[in-house]
């Protein structure tokens, strides 16, 4: 098992940044591949990013490619997520994702374990 906790969300203005991150216990978390997806009401839950075991591979959804960063400490056990330059589109609960695999996917199926998410609300 891995338990997943999200925190840094919030409320900000159009323009803000943000650094989500997500702290893992349980398993070896350096064994995971982590992702990051978001869900807004109404709308079906959206990939945003994901990063290999070693941090080497990273993919991001083409929303988000230009704004945000995914990086991971596995010394902390931590995967971060910052985004920059929000919109109100971006407005969603985020939810970290663990895949036993050493290799990332855009897929949410793919993915083991689960947060319970943050909300992000970015204000126009």
């Known amino acids: 098992q891995v338990q997943l906790v999200e925190s840094g969300g919030g409320l900000v203005q159009a323009g803000a940044s943000l650094r989500l991150s997500c702290a893992a216990s349980?398993?070896?978390?350096?064994?995971?591949?982590m992702g990051w997806f978001r869900q807004a009401p109404g709308l079906e839950r959206e990939f945003v990013a994901a990063i290999s075991w070693s941090g080497i591979i990273t993919s991001y959804g083409d929303s988000v490619k230009s704004r945000c960063t995914i990086s991971r400490d596995n010394a902390k056990n931590t995967v971060y997520l910052q985004m920059n330059s929000l919109k109100p589109e971006d407005t969603a609960v985020y939810y970290c994702?663990?895949?036993?695999?050493?290799?990332?996917?855009?897929?949410?199926?793919?993915?083991?374990?689960w947060g319970q998410g943050t909300q992000v609300t970015v204000s126009s």
């Open positions: 994702a663990a895949r036993g695999s050493t290799y990332q996917s855009t897929d949410a199926d793919d993915y083991d374990y």
């Open positions: 349980g398993r070896t978390f350096s064994r995971f591949a």
